[in-house]
T-cell receptor, first 112, second 112 residues
Framework: QKEVEQNSGPLSVPEGAIASLNCTYS??????FFWYRQYSGKSPELIMS????GDKEDGRFTAQLNKASQYVSLLIRDSQPSDSATYLC????????????FGSGTQLTVLP | SQTIHQWPATLVQPVGSPLSLECTVE??????LYWYRQAAGRGLQLLFY??????ISSEVPQNLSASRPQDRQFILSSKKLLLSDSGFYLC???????????FGDGTRLSIL
């Protein structure tokens, strides 16, 4: 079992809709989570960090963490065509010897 | 503020030739440094990471090597490139294992 799993998509939503991206993690992974956005041909860009249960909002983005169910999600409200990208979920494992673990990413297309 | 520089942006090399990619970070001291490779349409593969000068951990057996000659300099090398070494190479830094990583612009390497 992968430590961080994402639905690879592709996920398509119409402009103005809410895009919902999900990520599950194994119990070996610790509880700091990050969402990255990667445009085609570009490097990943950090857009959200979440460390505790509940919701964290930043503009049109909301990250949700549910430790009991071991999932973290990213909601994008009022989706725009410029949000079309691959979204990577990442988590830090417990223990000092391990490094950030990335999911394989979900490709999002926002249709105008 | 912290910045990360990675060069060159693109590189075309013949099979069997050597490789040297360089990454430098500014605005922080003793960062964790990382080299990733991303094949087209795929996720991030961690190649090497370093928590200090001269300290290199390899995640995947490769014909690649990494070195950290200075605190904020990370170099990825190969003596003889293979066709399978083609990909998008990304350098990243973080302040600690449980903190988010920040990526450079990447080097797109094509092997002919």
């Amino acid at each position: 079992q992968k430590e961080v799993e994402q639905n690879s998509g592709p996920l398509s939503v119409p402009e103005g809709a809410i895009a919902s991206l999900n990520c599950t993690y194994s119990d070996r992974v610790s509880q700091s989570f990050f969402w990255y956005r990667q445009y085609s041909g570009k490097s990943p860009e950090l857009i959200m960090s979440i460390y505790s249960n509940g919701d964290k909002e930043d503009g049109r983005f909301t990250a949700q963490l549910n430790k009991a169910s071991q999932y973290v999600s990213l909601l994008i409200r009022d989706s725009q065509p410029s949000d079309s990208a691959t979204y990577l979920c990442a988590a830090t494992p417990s223990g000092s010897a391990r490094q950030l673990t990335f999911g394989s990413g979900t490709q999002l297309t926002v249709l105008p | 503020s912290q910045t990360i520089h990675q060069w060159p942006a693109t590189l075309v090399q013949p099979v069997g030739s050597p490789l040297s990619l360089e990454c430098t970070v500014e605005g922080t001291s003793n960062p964790n440094l990382y080299w990733y490779r991303q094949a087209a349409g795929r996720g991030l593969q961690l190649l090497f990471y370093s928590v200090g000068i001269g300290q290199i951990s390899s995640e995947v057996p490769q014909n690649l090597s990494a070195s950290r000659p200075q605190d904020r300099q990370f170099i990825l090398s190969s003596k003889k490139l293979l066709l399978s070494d083609s990909g998008f190479y990304l350098c990243a830094w973080s302040t600690a294992n449980d903190q988010p990583q920040h990526f450079g612009d990447g080097t797109r390497l094509s092997i002919l």
